[in-house]
């Protein structure tokens, strides 16, 4: 099939390049000149673990190709998908302007029947808007369906390529069949596809998130209390995890969720339910629960240290929202080092691959360190941020001889307590003792 996909951002770019590593025409459409040239050349503006390899297959296969103009693609494409940013408001709402000023442009300029997707999280009911937006340029027959993203950052390909699920809200007959027909190669050893109403389907990819949330939150309440009563967060993980009910994922305690996807959509949903006059009150708890502990590992530091940390040097290992990705949005890591900053303390950092993202977040209140070792020298404790695979067997007699004195706070549980001890080390983690 051709497919056109408007937006390149992380969901576009992603869903292009695997779309077209199944035999489709893909071409990807921004309005960023600069992004496009980029592409162009084989640059990958994200960082996801085998992106730039079906990028670069398919390009070459003539497969796959970038434009900044619309008009010339979407009139050979039998499917327009729309993946444009859905940023949040000062209220915790979706903002639609760029999903509608898309719509716009395709009623402008359609000129044969086409069924036009969002990808875009958008809140529900935003289909009807995207079909009246569309309707009121244009007489051409077209359908509005709704396919959701649940692409884990750090797995994307993978999960994009093997989906367990893949949901289509539609209205007709005949845009469900195009949706099948394009997403046939992704469920030939089962069937995948779940066919439900637009807004259904709409509602599914915040309540999945939602829930993702809560399981999360969860597990932090859980590990706070574990602190104080003397159990270990691990072994209750472990022995709620091995309840198929509940299951092992998303039950590891640390400093909060962060990304582009969980509290974006969990604020949405609040504001979601308000506008319906039903309040979310476990979503709420959800949201105030996870501020509050993205300052659990500041607060272990102050404890330690003393609200008044002038003159104090810590090293932190991590700044990326989670591991295998380079996004630093709403990472616990920019709450950790502004709090940190504020009381005074020097900041010496270093992630894998979020350092160009994070620059420009921190400016001069933290220094970049180009090897996670020799940010430690002289510090007065190392701080874990993100659990990144390459921090989980460190040298640590070069760790301890680095440091100023052999503190730790992990505030992703990387390590035994008891194995740091028997090394020498003040541990100091996230509901384990």
Known sequence: MKVTVIGT??????????????????????TDARKIEMLKQGIVPIYEPGLKEYLDRNVAAGRLSFTTDLYSVMDDSDVLMIAVGTPPGEDGSADL????????????????????????????????????????????????????????????????????????GVSSKRAEDIMKHLYAPFHRTGYRVVSMDVRSAEMTKYAANAMLATKITFMNEIANLCEACGADINNVRFGIGSDKRIGPHFLFAGIGYGGSCFPKDVSALIRIGRQYDNELQILNAVDAVNVKQRTRLVDKVVKRFGEDLTGKKFGIWGLSFKPRTDDMREAPSIYTIEMLH??????????????????????????????????????????????????????????????????????????EPDHMRELGFEYHCIGRH
């Open 9 to 30: 951002g992380y969901v576009g770019l992603v869903t292009g390049t695997c779309l077209a590593e199944t035999g489709n025409t893909v071409a990807c459409v921004d």
């Open 97 to 168: 302007r760029y999903v509608l000023q898309v719509a716009e442009q395709i009623g402008k300029n359609l000129k044969s029947y086409k069924v036009i997707v969002n990808k875009s999280t958008v809140p529900i009911g935003s289909g009807d808007l995207v079909r009246d937006t569309i309707a009121k340029h244009t007489k051409q027959e077209f359908d509005v369906v709704s396919n959701p993203e649940f692409l884990k950052e750090g797995d994307a390909v993978s999960d994009f390529m093997k989906p367990d699920r893949i949901v289509i």
């Open 342 to 415: 504020e009381r005074g303390a020097k900041l010496c950092v270093y992630d894998p691959q979020a350092m160009e993202n994070a620059r420009p977040i921190f400016g001069d209140k933290a220094h970049f360190h180009e090897d996670y070792y020799t940010l430690l020298k002289d510090a007065d404790a190392l701080l874990i941020c993100t659990e990144w695979q390459e921090f989980r067997e460190p040298d640590f007699a070069r760790v301890k001889s680095l440091l100023k004195q052999p503190i730790i706070f992990d505030g992703r549980n990387l390590f």
